[in-house]
């Protein structure tokens, strides 16, 4: 059969392409390891797992769900971003809960875009912003984030660019893949800019607890909701990818729009995985603690082997799960580098053209792997 006209514009995830080469590496004995992929590997908050099974006995468990979440998962929700970001949202009709920030990107760019308008998006950025734009009929215009200006969009250079079709924008601070928190003033400008010229803004914001001592919102700046939306998602934050659980925020109006995409195309979410994160979403500070220290002590260690590797680091705080960094000299490109060590080494690392143009030159390694692998990495490169 003939695909529809719109599959002509995109491709096959990389990461889904790359990772079944990486399982015939496998199958033919060679040990890889995978330093690509920022699924946590870490365990859910036990709680949150015990409150699921339980759950599951219910005997309401196993039919429908409502389309807006139960209330308990929407008044987590409310109560994570009080006490974390200081913001108030209302539980009832200012939070719609997703099966994960991913799936909101769809949902998202279907109730408010129409074929032709323009999206802003940033370069390097996650390939799904791009992909689903295109996938409306859409048109991406990439704004291009620079490791000189601490890889923050410049709204002066936006503004000298035609926004006559611009609908919409997507922000993620902090930003994957480079690790950028949002500078001072950043959300700020955004919500003035995308006031100014009528712009849908979109903060993708999965990335806010890892390793990162001053959590932001684009939702805790002032008029923010009047002009945007925040996803955000309980994949990295309490090691629960798999169960699939986040959430848009914003303003009742924007949430009916994308209720009405989302209440035709799935029919709610698993009564026992709401219960289960609602119990996540009120973990107290030493689950915050206990990750960090996790992951702090895996950076110390893939620093070392990014720097064995002769790659350079930027002197700044790297937020999130990933560390970026600059390929050595003497490859051609990112891919190249990221080739040679998965040849060579057995090691795998995304290279940072998988995010952007703007990625090349830089390899992006991730955390989701525990301190003993990250030696064993260090000794085959020193070997
Ligand atoms: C920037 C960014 N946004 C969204 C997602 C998707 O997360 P979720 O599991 O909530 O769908 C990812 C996953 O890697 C991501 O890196």
């Given amino acids: 059969m003939k695909p529809a006209n719109r599959l002509a514009f995109i491709k096959e995830y990389y990461f889904s392409k790359k990772l079944q080469e990486i399982r015939e590496m496998q199958h033919n004995g060679i040990e890889v390891i995978n330093l690509g992929i920022g699924s946590?590997?870490?365990?859910?908050?036990?709680?949150?797992?015990?409150?699921?099974?339980?759950?599951?006995?219910q005997e309401k468990a196993h039919q429908y769900q409502s389309y807006r979440g139960v209330d308990e998962l929407r008044e987590a929700f409310a109560n994570f971003y009080k006490r974390n970001f200081q913001v108030d949202v209302n539980a009832h009709a200012e939070i719609l809960p997703l099966l994960g920030s991913k799936e909101g990107v769809m949902h998202i760019s279907m109730a408010f875009l129409?074929?032709?308008?323009?999206?802003?998006?940033?370069?390097?950025?996650?390939?799904?912003?791009?992909?689903?734009?295109?996938?409306?009929?859409?048109?991406?215009?990439?704004?291009?984030?620079?490791?000189?200006?601490?890889?923050?969009?410049n709204f002066q250079e936006l503004e000298q660019q035609d926004l006559s079709k611009v609908k919409m924008m997507w922000l993620n601070y902090p930003h994957m893949p480079t690790g950028a928190k949002a500078g001072k003033n950043v959300f700020h400008d955004a919500i003035?800019?995308?006031?100014?010229?009528?712009?849908?803004?979109?903060n993708d914001n999965p990335y806010s607890f890892i390793l990162n001592d001053q959590?932001?919102?684009?939702?805790?700046?002032?008029?923010?909701?009047?002009?945007?939306?925040?996803?955000?998602?309980?994949?990295?934050?309490?090691?629960?990818?798999?169960?699939?659980?986040?959430?848009?925020?914003?303003?009742?109006?924007?949430?009916?729009?994308?209720?009405?995409?989302?209440?035709?195309?799935?029919?709610g979410m698993f009564l026992p995985i709401q219960l289960g994160a609602a119990v996540a979403l009120n973990e107290n500070e030493d689950w915050f603690k206990n990750l960090d220290f996790i992951y702090q002590n895996r950076k110390t260690k893939l620093l070392e082997l990014v720097q064995k590797l002769g790659c350079q680091l930027e002197e700044r705080a790297l937020v999130g799960l990933f560390v970026w960094a600059k390929i050595p000299s003497g490859y051609k490109s990112s891919e190249e580098f990221s080739e040679h060590i998965l040849q060579t080494h057995h090691l795998f690392a995304a290279p940072g053209t998988v995010f952007g143009s703007a990625g090349e030159g830089y390899i992006r390694f991730s955390l989701c792997v525990d301190e003993a692998t990250i030696e064993k990495a260090i000794k085959r490169v020193e070997a």
């Fill in 40 to 57: 946590p590997d870490l365990p859910p908050p036990f709680d949150a797992v015990a409150q699921m099974q339980l759950a599951a006995k």
């Fill in 114 to 153: 129409n074929e032709g308008d323009e999206v802003l998006i940033p370069n390097p950025s996650y390939p799904t912003y791009t992909s689903v734009t295109k996938l409306v009929g859409a048109k991406p215009v990439f704004y291009e984030l620079k490791e000189a200006q601490g890889w923050q969009p």
């Fill in 215 to 267: 959590p932001d919102s684009l939702l805790a700046y002032p008029e923010a909701k009047e002009v945007g939306l925040e996803l955000n998602s309980l994949s990295k934050t309490f090691n629960m990818a798999g169960w699939r659980v986040g959430a848009v925020l914003g303003s009742k109006e924007n949430l009916q729009s994308i209720l009405k995409v989302k209440s035709n195309m799935d029919s």
């Fill in 192 to 202: 003035k800019f995308a006031q100014k010229h009528h712009i849908l803004l979109v």
